[in-house]
């Protein structure tokens, strides 16, 4: 199954890979033992307060982790997120310091398996990257009545990484929260809902955009919100002058 995920991002540049195929491979790897422990860590994110169009419906933890050629992760100091504005045109330019990602969630089993697993996969679509700059963001994006929750709020983008995975860790009460990906000219090239726990995106974030459409609660009284682990691959010699 790991060559057909594979092959589906050297033809696509992207993989929807549902949840009980991703369990599967991420069984391969490691072991998802606290995956409830991890779950919850979700219920301590902080306010994203550098919303430049005064949202305050995202939180966030935020860590960075290098990986090396043979899959050895090292968590690195805490430093600030940056997106360059032609990235990020609502919230790039600026560095952004988020709270870090609390130890036991970081080195807990669930999230070392992610990270092996990514590793086992980009260091297969690009070989020549012997050491890894990775960051990983978990995101809260809460939805009320009346209050659209967005969790793409720049649109349609990439991210100036290599490779992206976008993994749903909980999703409660919400509708919609569409993702598409589109080609390197904007046109849509396959759209689908991570709905359930581990359903999972890979991106080619140089060959592809991607963009996930508003989350809106389903029902008036809804406690309404979407989890997700966002990881991100660049090759460290690239993040160093990019950076």
């Known amino acids: 199954m790991a060559q057909v995920i594979e092959e589906r991002l050297r ?11 991703m369990r599967a491979e ?23 307060t550098f919303m430049a169009d ?33 990235r990020n045109p609502l ?21 070392q398996t992610v990270l092996a697993y990514c590793h086992r996969l980009f260091g297969a679509l690009q070989p020549e ?28 983008h990439r991210d100036g990484v290599d490779y992206v995975l976008v993994m749903l860790v909980r999703r409660n009460e919400v509708e919609s929260g569409v993702t598409t990906v589109a080609d390197l000219d904007k046109q849509p090239l396959g759209s689908f809902t991570l709905s359930t726990p581990l359903d999972a995106a890979l991106v080619n974030d140089r ?4 963009g996930v459409t508003p989350i809106v609660p389903a029902h008036a009284e809804a406690d309404a919100y979407r989890d997700v682990l966002v990881v991100t691959w660049t090759d460290q010699r690239r993040a160093v002058r990019t950076g």
Not at 11 to 20: M, N
């Open 11 to 21: 033809a696509e540049s992207f993989a929807f890979v549902e949840a009980r195929e």
């Open 26 to 48: 991420l069984e391969t790897i490691g072991a998802l033992d606290d995956w409830t422990a991890f779950a919850d860590s979700w219920n301590r994110l902080s306010d994203d």
């Open 54 to 86: 005064g949202g305050r419906y995202r939180q966030r933890r935020y860590g960075v982790f290098l990986c090396d050629a043979a899959g050895r992760v090292t968590r690195q100091p805490e430093q600030p997120h940056y997106q360059s504005r032609d």
């Open 91 to 111: 919230n790039g330019g600026i560095q952004r310091w988020f709270d870090p990602i609390l130890p036991e969630t970081a080195s807990g089993s669930t999230m």
């Open 129 to 156: 990257t012997q050491d890894w700059h990775v960051e990983a963001h978990q995101f809260r994006i809460i939805a009320r009545p009346g209050v659209v929750g967005r969790p793409t709020p720049e649109g349609m």
């Open 207 to 210: 060959k592809v955009y991607h």
